[in-house]
């Protein structure tokens, strides 16, 4: 065996490993001892949970984590929901061949890489209460001023953001059930059909298990995607209750060095959050795939 | 018949579809071209270049941000592809003792929100000098970056004949003709789709860039969210349009790549 087949593996991987070791497993290393109070350069190695019971218990913090916490899992939990849902659906009514094919398909894929940024501002523009919709339906007679609009963004259930992501998320989740869906082709629901299985049916019991595994990995990366995001609830949210990541962003611009822990303990939080949802989805999807 | 039902149906939902994903652009285009746009006006009375002549003023910082925004991404798309090569080969082509742990640690930037990681790095990355730099902001991105660019890769990889390689190395080709004439062009589909992937969330990248740019590292998504805190609604749909605009050419020049394998990448994540 030659000295490159002995050490081929290590060689190829090692740029990649060392880029991921130092700047992600490093970084959530130094964030996590900071978190818990370890700062040399104040003169600090003393680990304490201090941080974190200030978020969780403390009379500053508290009240404001839990409902933020709330918002979070809500907006995180409905635009994971929906936007499988409606994927799912858009994509099965637009599958097939002919010429709307590649049209839905570019209409999916145009969607990517537009930033969330870009999304919310869009979102903004098209749903406030002076914005393009209301200016329609004030144009329509349905309403006569902007306060008659409802308040879809800005609102305190996090409406706006939501819609935001489900603007960006849907077809995200359409291009991948459509990419499934493609690459089964009709043959299982055909068979169904003639075993006298109904449309209904054949979702239930034929199409929606084969994309299942999809829509589940899809999902997760949906929920840890919003979940630890800011930029969407940063312009769409309100100032209380705030997203968790909008939140820690304040806590680590905050001139008080002591509020640094804090941060670092939040966007603690917000990894462990996003991290348990992503081993619930290991565990789920073990049976069957590899 | 019910087949011309069901395809009225099909056009019904992508015009909706269509219509739906269409709005934020027609509100954009409309702010950034209207001059005093009062309600209820749904078209505005009068149109100007105002906010553009703004936005591309001297003392403007469009072009500071978007040249920024270019190299940064450019150089993201060039570091992440070429170091997310041999480890896409060493994933897609072999078996080896750690693999799952590789594939995990590979994978496991997507699954933490990169808020998380720039708060801990930004304290080292003021203590190594990188902070407030490109360089620095360049590197940060690479951690969002790398699991989209080795996935894409691998998968091109795991669909890839080595006996190529061998077949011309006996032919007596050298180490880089062989890269040249075999292996580059077997995976240049795959190579542009993670390029894409590369570009496109180096671009779009807001959070990294600003803990780590420290306000010093001004790029297009950092402009445009100084922007957004303001009421200059034709300001931030013109510097909207000026960031996506490149992200869209970049899409439609790649698209004919984006086949079916890119939403397997995709879907692999």
């Not at chain 1, 929901?81 to 659906?89: C, E, H, K, Q």
């Not at chain 2, 860039?209 to 010093?216: D, E």
């Not at chain 2, 950092?222 to 996506?244: C, E, H, Q, Y």
Request: net charge positive; no cysteine.
């Amino acid at each position: 065996m030659t000295f490159w087949e002995r050490y081929r593996v290590p060689l190829l991987l090692a740029p990649t490993m060392a880029v991921i070791l130092v700047l992600f497993v490093g970084g959530l290393g130094y964030g996590l001892a900071q978190s818990l109070g370890w700062n040399p350069r104040i003169g600090s190695t003393d680990l304490s949970l201090d941080a974190y019971t200030a978020i969780i218990a403390g009379e500053q913090y508290a009240p404001a984590f839990w409902r933020g916490l709330l918002l979070s899992l809500w907006v995180s939990f409905a635009s994971t929901a929906l936007s499988v849902v409606i994927a799912v659906a858009l994509a099965l009514a637009i599958r097939g061949t002919g010429p709307g094919k590649r049209l839905s398909v570019f209409l999916f894929q145009f969607n990517l890489p537009i930033p969330h940024i870009v999304a919310a501002i869009g979102i903004l523009f098209v749903l406030s209460q002076s914005g393009l919709l209301s200016r329609g339906a004030a144009q329509l007679g349905i309403i006569s001023t902007p306060s008659d609009f409802p308040l879809l963004v800005r609102d305190r259930f996090g409406l706006g953001i939501i819609l935001a992501y489900l603007w960006k998320e849907v077809p995200f989740v359409g291009v991948i059930v459509l990419a499934v869906l493609q690459s089964l082709g009709s043959t299982y629901e055909d068979v169904a059909r003639n075993l006298g299985a109904g449309r209904w049916q054949r979702f239930r019991y034929v199409t929606l298990p084969l994309i299942a595994p999809a829509l589940l990995s899809a999902g997760t990366l949906v929920f840890a995607f919003t979940f630890g995001a800011y930029e969407v609830p940063a312009v769409l949210g309100v100032r209380y209750p705030q997203a968790l990541p909008v939140m820690a962003l304040d806590f680590f611009n905050n001139a008080d060095l002591n509020a640094r822990a804090e941060a670092m303990a939040l966007s603690m939080i917000i990894a462990a959050v996003t991290m348990t949802l992503v081993g619930l989805y290991m565990v789920l999807r073990r049976p069957g795939t590899t | 018949m019910s087949g011309h039902g069901l395809n009225l149906r099909r056009y019904l939902v992508i015009v909706l579809m269509a219509g739906v994903l269409f709005l934020p652009f027609a509100a954009f285009a409309l702010n950034a071209f209207a001059f005093r746009w009062f309600y209820p006006q749904f078209i505005p009375a009068d149109f100007s270049l105002q906010a553009w002549e703004r936005i591309f003023a001297s003392n403007s910082r469009l072009g500071e941000a978007l040249l920024n925004s270019t190299l940064i991404a450019v150089g993201v798309t060039l570091v992440s592809v070429i170091i997310g090569l041999p480890a896409a080969r060493a994933l897609g082509l072999y078996n080896f003792r750690g693999k799952r742990l590789v594939e995990f640690l590979v994978l496991a930037p997507t699954m933490v929100p990169p808020i998380v990681v720039s708060f801990g790095l930004s304290v080292n990355f003021i203590r190594w000098r990188l902070a407030g730099t490109l360089l620095g902001v360049g590197l940060v991105h690479l951690v969002p970056v790398m699991p989209y660019v080795v996935l894409t890769l691998a998968g091109v990889f795991a669909n890839y004949n080595v006996d190529y390689e061998a077949q011309a190395r006996s032919l007596g080709a050298s180490p880089w003709r062989v890269l040249w004439h075999i292996t580059l062009p077997a995976i240049f589909p795959g190579v542009v789709v993670a390029g894409l992937f590369a570009f496109l969330i180096s671009w779009s990248q807001y959070v990294l860039t600003f803990l780590i740019g420290q306000g010093k590292i001004i790029t297009m998504p950092v402009l445009l969210f100084s922007a957004a805190g303001g009421v200059d609604n034709a300001n931030i749909a013109a510097l909207a349009l000026m960031f996506v605009g490149p992200a869209l050419l970049i899409l439609l020049v790649t698209s004919r790549y984006l086949g079916s394998g890119a939403a397997g990448g995709l879907a692999r994540i």
